[in-house]
């Protein structure tokens, strides 16, 4: 068994900072991509930052210059530290990883529990 637990999310004022983490445990062979995805209330999840294991990232325009996602492979966890936060930020936040496991042998995608972020004006 795998899981992906998500933590730091909560209330900010705009402008403010957040920093989320999202650790994996279990049977984990490897870890290859992870990500943050968000879905904001009557909207579709999207994209927000994936990171490769060799520290390669990629940003939604809405994240660049603000956010910045991070990792510790010795952890198994990811990070998403976000500044400059905006009210259109408010959504719940999911992390993602590609992950290999012992048990199998192959790759599977994995969902944390998601973590809510409210930002107020």
């Known amino acids: 068994q795998v899981q992906l637990v998500e933590s730091g999310g909560g209330l900010v004022q705009a402008g403010g900072s957040l920093r989320l983490s999202c650790a994996a445990s279990?049977?984990?062979?490897?870890?290859?991509?992870m990500g943050w995805y968000r879905r904001a209330p009557g909207k579709q999840r999207e994209l927000v930052a994936t990171?490769?294991?060799?520290?390669?990232?990629n940003y939604a325009d809405a994240a660049k210059g603000r956010f910045t996602i991070s990792r510790d492979n010795a952890k198994n966890t990811v990070y998403l530290q976000m500044n400059s936060l905006k009210p259109e930020d408010t959504a719940i936040y999911y992390c993602n990883a590609r992950i290999r496991t012992t048990t199998t042998g192959f790759e599977y995608v994995y969902w944390g529990q998601g973590t809510q972020v409210t930002v107020s004006t």
């Open positions: 990171i490769t294991s060799s520290a390669n990232t």
């Open positions: 279990g049977s984990i062979a490897s870890i290859n991509a």
